[in-house]
């Protein structure tokens, strides 16, 4: 007999640029080392896009390779993960954010009874050869992001390509426990059999770009918070992502224990482990009741 999915895990899924960081790390990272002018490099990069039809983040990826500063000095895994040390973070993140939540988790008598487990990811835009070296690496799963093929020491083609849109498929990677990129997510699972439910989920990010993501998971049951530069006003689009119901909540990018995003997500915790402990004892008044029929 096929054993049962325990669906006792619960999943926070991060944007990184805008939301565990304030920068785009490629520019804390690649054009720092380069010396290179954020704005111009952007602005070429548009220019792929709006006169040569390059989706936007094909546009960027083909510059780190081809232009000609790159073509000069290429880029290398090593460079780009001893560059994640330049990484800067939005308060709390890399200061105790993740044992806080380990803490909290292991706080609640009603994790340790079913069995409850938190896990975290990263679906980003960015480059995965610097995600890889990151100070906050070690507390997540998996971290998913574009990626080189590099040959001879240097990229020479864009092997994953993330964007908005195709982040989700991320999603059911996550919700599938399918985390290789070999294993087929086409193919048809019971919610039942899917390692970690969307209603278990929480995807945390910070603007247009992420709603794909946060509509996926809001419309299979699960959870969005929407997050914003703690030293800028509110932006309009994450106002708009409350008010469109993309998101369910929005507040500062501080992971500190005491602010307002951290008390989001004791509660929204809360209610997650509320539903498994509730379904794990409808499932045991099931059985019984086949059982003794």
């Not at 990811?121 to 050869?129: K, M």
């Not at 070296?133 to 990229?155: L, M, N």
């Amino acid at each position: 007999m096929k054993k049962k999915i325990t669906q006792n895990i619960i999943a926070l899924v991060y944007d990184f640029d805008g939301t565990l960081s304030p920068c785009n790390m490629q520019e804390e990272t690649i054009f720092k080392a380069y010396k290179i002018d954020k704005d111009k490099f952007w602005a070429k990069s548009q220019k792929l896009v709006t006169r040569f039809g390059y989706e936007k983040t094909l546009a960027y990826l083909k510059l780190l390779i081809d232009d000609p500063v790159f073509r000069k000095r290429p880029l290398s895994k090593k460079k780009l993960k001893e560059s994640a040390s330049q990484v800067t973070y939005f308060p709390g993140v890399d200061d105790g954010y993740f044992d806080h939540l380990k803490t909290f988790m292991d706080s609640l008598p009603e994790v340790r009874e079913a069995g409850i487990t938190l896990e975290h990811y990263i679906v980003s835009s960015g480059l995965q050869e610097i995600l890889d070296g990151v100070s906050i690496r070690k507390y997540f799963k998996k971290t998913y992001a574009c990626e080189f093929d590099f040959q001879k020491g240097r990229p020479v083609f864009p092997k994953l390509v993330i964007n908005d849109t195709n982040k989700t498929q991320f999603l059911f990677r996550i919700n599938k426990g399918k985390f290789k990129l070999s294993e087929s997510i086409n193919e048809h699972l019971p919610e039942a059999d899917r390692r970690i439910p969307f209603r278990n989920m929480i995807y945390i990010g910070d603007g247009i770009t992420d709603v794909p993501s946060m509509t996926v998971i809001q419309k299979a049951g699960g959870n969005a918070i929407a997050v914003f530069d703690p030293a800028r006003r509110v932006p309009q689009a994450v106002k708009a992502m409350v008010a469109e119901h993309r998101a369910e909540h929005f507040a500062p990018a501080d992971f500190r224990p005491q602010s307002l995003l951290v008390k989001i997500l004791h509660q929204t915790l809360k209610k997650i482990i509320a539903s498994i402990v509730y379904r794990s004892s409808a499932d045991r008044s099931s059985d019984w009741v086949r059982r003794h029929m």
